[in-house]
């Protein structure tokens, strides 16, 4: 008997209320990357104390442009803390791309190479940016699994809520584009 095979590349996994992981309490994904491999996504909600300046500077580049500087860094998963994964909007027709870099069908583009900040640090580069350290990791099933057992909801993801939105209002933002209010969802099983 083979299982229908889902595909949740280029949506967002939204962590329901009673998710008892404290890593994803809360959180955002936007997955680049499912397949019967498994899955890769980064968490978009969850700012650190290390700002886009402060990276810059620890991987010895310039970063000259204020607002970008002052960004925040992304807890995007426990897996590879130490490195970092840069999401942003799909570069130029010519194939003008990174070295390392992971393109979402129809969504957007994850780089892991330096290249990208050193475009982002000449005033190249993508505009739209989020740069987070780790990312969010399933193996085969996994997430699959998680999801029967109502861990997170998804819904198809949209680069406003990863690059316009207030990080404190994504998760809200998130859950209105399937029309739920997140006061509706309780942890406590239906007590009428």
Not at 46 to 69: H, Q, R
Not at 111 to 129: F, I, M, Q, W, Y
Request: charged content about 25%; proline content about 5%; aromatic content about 6%.
């Amino acid at each position: 008997m083979s299982k229908e095979r889902i595909d949740l590349t280029n949506q967002f996994l939204i962590a329901m209320p009673g998710m008892v992981d404290e890593t994803f309490a809360g959180s955002v994904v936007y997955l680049c990357e499912h397949n019967e491999k498994g899955a890769l996504g980064l968490v978009i909600n969850k700012p650190i104390s290390l700002t886009l300046g402060n990276l810059f500077e620890k991987v010895e580049l310039e970063l000259n442009d204020e607002d970008m500087a002052a960004r925040p860094v992304f807890f995007g998963g426990p897996v590879q803390t130490e490195r970092g994964f840069v999401l942003h909007e799909p570069l130029d027709e010519q194939g003008n791309h990174y070295n390392a870099t992971l393109a979402v069908p129809g969504g957007l583009e994850m780089t892991t190479s330096r290249d990208v900040l050193e475009a982002l640090s000449n005033g190249a580069g993508p505009k739209r940016v989020l740069v987070t350290l780790g990312y969010s990791g399933w193996a085969a099933g996994q997430l699959e699994e998680e999801l029967g057992r109502n861990g997170w909801i998804t819904v198809d993801a949209t680069p406003e809520i990863i690059f316009d939105t207030p990080i404190e209002e994504r998760y809200d933002k998130a859950l209105a584009l399937l029309g739920i209010d997140p006061r509706m969802l309780s942890q406590e099983a239906g007590h009428a």
